[in-house]
């Protein structure tokens, strides 16, 4: 679920920075750029691990800053495919369910991917499994669910414009980075309460 992983990247120290000691700002620095951001193909980084290497810092002109070439290693979240996991739904709908975790909320079950014979209510927006003819069990919202992990979706996001920077227009993909495509569909997966 969570996995060390080796980056290099260009980091700008600004000169304020310049009298604190160069293995904190750069810490810093890049603990604003990458923590809690998607990295496409990789994951969410939680947090710079460590410094690997620091090369000489360089000098742009017009610019009072200097720029250091750091190879660093960050800690991943990224669940690998089959892993069970357990969360929280946040939403139900004819179309599937959507679950949260505690710092992660792009996790989506599809109406296809759940047990046989479950089907949606809409007067209570919840989902019932019944898995004899005598039992409906419900999946409600807040309800603590387990689930297996199918499939990852990674979305290019494009930065914004400066129209959307100011609020003139509404950006029309609105994608999470992110994704994850969850299942229901094997013995110990749904609702935690059904198998307690």
């Given at each position: 679920m969570f996995i060390l992983s080796k980056l290099s990247d260009l980091v700008r120290i600004p000169?304020?920075?310049f009298n604190i000691p160069i293995q904190e700002s750069i810490t810093n620095?890049?603990?604003?750029?990458?923590?809690?951001?998607?990295?496409?193909n990789l994951g969410l980084v939680i947090s710079l691990w460590d410094l690997?290497?620091?090369?000489?810092?360089?000098l742009k002109p017009g610019d009072g800053a200097s720029f250091v070439e750091v190879t660093f290693r960050c800690v991943v979240w990224k669940p690998f495919?089959?892993?069970v996991l357990t969360g929280w739904v946040s939403e139900c709908s004819a179309e599937g369910i959507k679950v949260k975790l505690e710092f992660f909320d792009e996790i989506f079950?599809?109406?296809?991917?759940f047990?046989?014979?479950?089907?949606?209510?809409?007067?209570e927006k919840a989902w019932v499994w019944k898995p004899d003819d005598d039992t409906e069990l419900y999946i409600d919202i807040n309800e603590k669910i387990r689930f297996r992990?199918?499939?990852e979706i990674f979305v290019n996001i494009k930065p914004k414009s400066s129209s959307e920077a100011f609020g003139l227009e509404e950006p029309t993909n609105k994608a999470p980075p992110y994704a994850l495509l969850a299942s229901c569909q094997s013995d110990g997966m749904?609702?935690?309460?059904?198998?307690?």
């Open positions: 000169p304020h920075t620095e890049l603990n604003k750029k990458f923590a809690n951001k998607v990295i496409s690997i290497d620091i090369k000489d810092g360089l495919i089959g892993e079950i599809p109406k296809n991917y047990f046989e014979n479950c089907l949606f209510k809409p007067v992990i199918e499939e749904g609702c935690v309460s059904w198998w307690d």
